[in-house]
C-alpha cells in the first residue's frame, strides 16, 4: 500500500515560555497523524500574547488527544484572554467577562432580544467560563473530576430578572461567576449590562447539582472535583434572596393547559435531555397571545423536578396568580417577592412615581411542565413568570439609564 505525506495547516494554539529550547516547539512541524496514507503536519504557532496562556501540544505529540479535541482547542490551562470569544477573565481572575452583539436572530418582531436569546447566552458564556478556567473536560461544562467520576452539572433552581431588553445590534456585557451552594451544590450568577451605557438589563442566578451519567441519580461533590472548582468560588450575588420563593403545585383544574408536546431532536442537549430553554418556551405558550402582545415578561423563576427525554410526552398548566396583581384595585401581596419589586422599583426610579406605575406592575402567573402518562404524571419543572405592560419606543428613549 503507497504511502505519501503532504503538509496541512491546523491552527492549534501553543504553549511558549520564551525558550527557543521548548520541546514542543522544536517538534511542531512533525506531529504525526495515525492513519494511511500517513500525514506529516505543519502547525502554525501562534506566538503568546501578554496575559495570555496557550494550550499545550504536549498530549498531541504523545497521541493521547482527538481530532475533536484539535477542532475544539480546549486549553489546558487557565486562559486570561479569548480573542475569538471576546472574553476575558475578572473579578481578581475568577470572574469571567464575555462582550457579544445582539444579532438579528436573537430578536423578535420588536427588535429586541427574546427571553430564549438571553438564557442561550447565559449558558454560553457558563461554558464559556469552564473552557477558560482550563478545567473543561469533553463533558457539558464538566471538569476532568467529574469525567472521571462520570458525573454531569444539572441545574436545579433557576431565576432571571429582566429590566430592560438588549435591542438588535446592541453590545453587551456578561458577567458570570460561580459560588458555593451547601456542601454539593455550586451556585452560578450572571450580569448583563450595556456596554455603551452601564445600564444593567438583566440579572440571573441559578443552583447546580451533581448527577452521574449512567445511573441518572444525584450525586455528592467529590473532594477531587471540590478541589477543582473552589478555588474559583466567591461571594458575591446577583440577586439577593433571604428565603427562596415557594411555588406552588398546579392540578388538571389549571386556567391554561397545552396537552400532548412531544420533544424534538433539536430540543435535545449534548446530555440527552430538554434543554431549559425548551421548557421556558413550553410555558410561554400557554399563555393568552392577546396578554403577550401587550405585556413582556420581567422576571422568571425554574425549579427543575426530574429530567426530559425525547419519548416523554409533555403536559403545560399555567394559572394566573390573583395576589400577584397591583393594578387601579391596589391589591398586593404584602411579602412582595423580588420579582415584583425589581420591576417597581424600576418603575418608580424612571420618574414615573408610585401612582404612575401602579398600571405597571408586573401580573404573576404559575406554571407546571410534568410528563403526560396513562396513569400518572411526573413534574418536570415548576414555574413562576412576571410581567409588566409593554413601553413604547418613545417611552424607552426617554428612559434615564442607570450605571
Same mark, same amino acid.
Request: aromatic share 6%; hydrophobic share 35%; proline share 4%.
Given at each position: 500500500?503507497?504511502?505519501?505525506?503532504?503538509?496541512?495547516? =491546523?491552527?492549534?494554539?501553543?504553549?511558549? !515560555?520564551?525558550?527557543?529550547q521548548?520541546?514542543?516547539?522544536?517538534?511542531l512541524?512533525?506531529?504525526?497523524?495515525?492513519?494511511?496514507?500517513?500525514?506529516? %503536519?505543519? %502547525?502554525?504557532?501562534?506566538s503568546?500574547?501578554?496575559?495570555?496562556?496557550?494550550?499545550?501540544?504536549a498530549?498531541v505529540?504523545?497521541? $493521547?488527544?482527538?481530532?475533536?479535541?484539535?477542532?475544539?482547542?480546549?486549553?489546558?490551562?487557565?486562559?486570561?484572554?479569548?480573542?475569538?470569544?471576546?472574553? =476575558?477573565?475578572?473579578?481578581?481572575?475568577?470572574?469571567?467577562?464575555?462582550?457579544?452583539?445582539?444579532?438579528?436572530?436573537?430578536?423578535?418582531?420588536?427588535?429586541?432580544?427574546?427571553?430564549?436569546?438571553?438564557?442561550?447566552?447565559?449558558?454560553? !458564556?457558563?461554558?464559556?467560563?469552564?473552557?477558560?478556567?482550563? =478545567?473543561?473536560?469533553?463533558?457539558?461544562?464538566?471538569?476532568h473530576?467529574?469525567?472521571?467520576?462520570?458525573?454531569?452539572?444539572?441545574?436545579?433552581?433557576?431565576?432571571?430578572?429582566?429590566?430592560?431588553?438588549?435591542?438588535?445590534?446592541?453590545?453587551?456585557?456578561?458577567?458570570?461567576?460561580?459560588? #458555593?451552594?451547601?456542601?454539593?451544590?455550586?451556585?452560578?450568577?450572571?450580569?448583563?449590562?450595556?456596554q455603551?451605557?452601564?445600564? %444593567?438589563?438583566?440579572?440571573? !442566578?441559578?443552583?447546580?447539582?451533581m448527577?452521574?451519567?449512567?445511573?441518572?441519580?444525584?450525586?455528592?461533590?467529590?473532594?477531587?472535583?471540590? #478541589?477543582? +472548582?473552589?478555588?474559583?468560588?466567591?461571594?458575591?450575588?446577583? +440577586?439577593?434572596?433571604?428565603?427562596?420563593?415557594?411555588?406552588?403545585?398546579?392540578?388538571?383544574?389549571? @386556567?391554561?393547559?397545552?396537552?400532548?408536546?412531544?420533544?424534538?431532536?433539536?430540543?435535545?442537549?449534548?446530555?440527552?435531555?430538554?434543554?431549559?430553554?425548551?421548557? %421556558?418556551?413550553?410555558?410561554?405558550?400557554?399563555?393568552?397571545?392577546?396578554?403577550?402582545?401587550?405585556?413582556?415578561?420581567?422576571?422568571?423563576?425554574l425549579?427543575?423536578?426530574?429530567?426530559?427525554?425525547?419519548?416523554?410526552?409533555?403536559?403545560?398548566?399555567?394559572?394566573?396568580?390573583?395576589?400577584?396583581?397591583?393594578?387601579?384595585?391596589?391589591?398586593?401581596?404584602?411579602?412582595?417577592?423580588?420579582?415584583?419589586?425589581?420591576?417597581?422599583?424600576?418603575? +418608580?426610579?424612571?420618574?414615573?412615581?408610585l401612582?404612575?406605575?401602579?398600571?405597571?406592575?408586573?401580573?404573576?402567573? !404559575? $406554571?407546571?411542565?410534568?410528563?403526560?402518562?396513562?396513569?400518572?404524571?411526573?413534574?418536570?419543572?415548576?414555574?413562576?413568570?412576571?410581567?409588566? @405592560? @409593554?413601553?413604547?419606543?418613545?417611552?424607552?428613549?426617554?428612559?434615564?439609564?442607570?450605571?
Amino acid at each position: 500500500m503507497a504511502t505519501f505525506s503532504y503538509t496541512i495547516p =491546523l491552527p492549534i494554539r501553543c504553549s511558549t !515560555t520564551g525558550n527557543n529550547q521548548d520541546p514542543n516547539k522544536q517538534n511542531l512541524n512533525k506531529i504525526k497523524i495515525t492513519g494511511t496514507p500517513t500525514r506529516s %503536519v505543519k %502547525v502554525d504557532t501562534l506566538s503568546q500574547t501578554a496575559g495570555v496562556a496557550k494550550t499545550s501540544v504536549a498530549s498531541v505529540e504523545n497521541g $493521547h488527544i482527538s481530532k475533536e479535541q484539535i477542532r475544539q482547542n480546549i486549553p489546558t490551562k487557565k486562559q486570561f484572554v479569548d480573542y475569538h470569544r471576546q472574553g =476575558l477573565i475578572v473579578e481578581g481572575g475568577v470572574g469571567y467577562r464575555q462582550t457579544v452583539v445582539i444579532r438579528s436572530y436573537e430578536v423578535g418582531a420588536d427588535k429586541t432580544a427574546t427571553l430564549e436569546s438571553i438564557l442561550n447566552l447565559l449558558q454560553e !458564556t457558563a461554558l464559556n467560563h469552564v473552557w477558560m478556567s482550563g =478545567l473543561l473536560s469533553n463533558g457539558f461544562g464538566a471538569t476532568h473530576g467529574m469525567m472521571k467520576n462520570n458525573l454531569i452539572w444539572v441545574v436545579s433552581r433557576m431565576q432571571v430578572l429582566v429590566d430592560q431588553y438588549p435591542i438588535w445590534g446592541e453590545i453587551v456585557e456578561i458577567d458570570t461567576w460561580v459560588g #458555593a451552594s451547601g456542601k454539593n451544590g455550586m451556585r452560578r450568577d450572571w450580569l448583563i449590562r450595556s456596554q455603551a451605557t452601564g445600564h %444593567v438589563f438583566a440579572r440571573a !442566578t441559578s443552583t447546580w447539582v451533581m448527577m452521574n451519567e449512567k445511573t441518572r441519580r444525584l450525586s455528592k461533590m467529590p473532594e477531587e472535583v471540590r #478541589a477543582e +472548582i473552589s478555588p474559583w468560588f466567591i461571594e458575591k450575588q446577583a +440577586i439577593h434572596e433571604d428565603v427562596p420563593e415557594k411555588i406552588s403545585k398546579l392540578d388538571s383544574n389549571a @386556567k391554561y393547559v397545552n396537552s400532548n408536546l412531544k420533544p424534538k431532536r433539536s430540543d435535545l442537549d449534548m446530555n440527552q435531555h430538554v434543554n431549559n430553554v425548551k421548557y %421556558v418556551r413550553w410555558m410561554l405558550e400557554t399563555i393568552p397571545d392577546q396578554f403577550l402582545e401587550s405585556h413582556q415578561l420581567s422576571g422568571i423563576i425554574l425549579e427543575y423536578r426530574r429530567e426530559c427525554g425525547s419519548s416523554n410526552i409533555v403536559q403545560s398548566l399555567c394559572e394566573p396568580d390573583e395576589d400577584g396583581i397591583l393594578n387601579s384595585g391596589l391589591k398586593q401581596n404584602n411579602d412582595m417577592s423580588p420579582l415584583n419589586r425589581f420591576s417597581l422599583a424600576s418603575e +418608580i426610579m424612571e420618574g414615573n412615581g408610585l401612582l404612575g406605575s401602579l398600571d405597571k406592575v408586573p401580573l404573576r402567573y !404559575t $406554571h407546571l411542565l410534568q410528563t403526560q402518562g396513562d396513569t400518572e404524571n411526573e413534574e418536570i419543572v415548576r414555574g413562576k413568570t412576571t410581567w409588566k @405592560k @409593554k413601553q413604547s419606543n418613545i417611552e424607552l428613549s426617554n428612559m434615564p439609564f442607570s450605571i
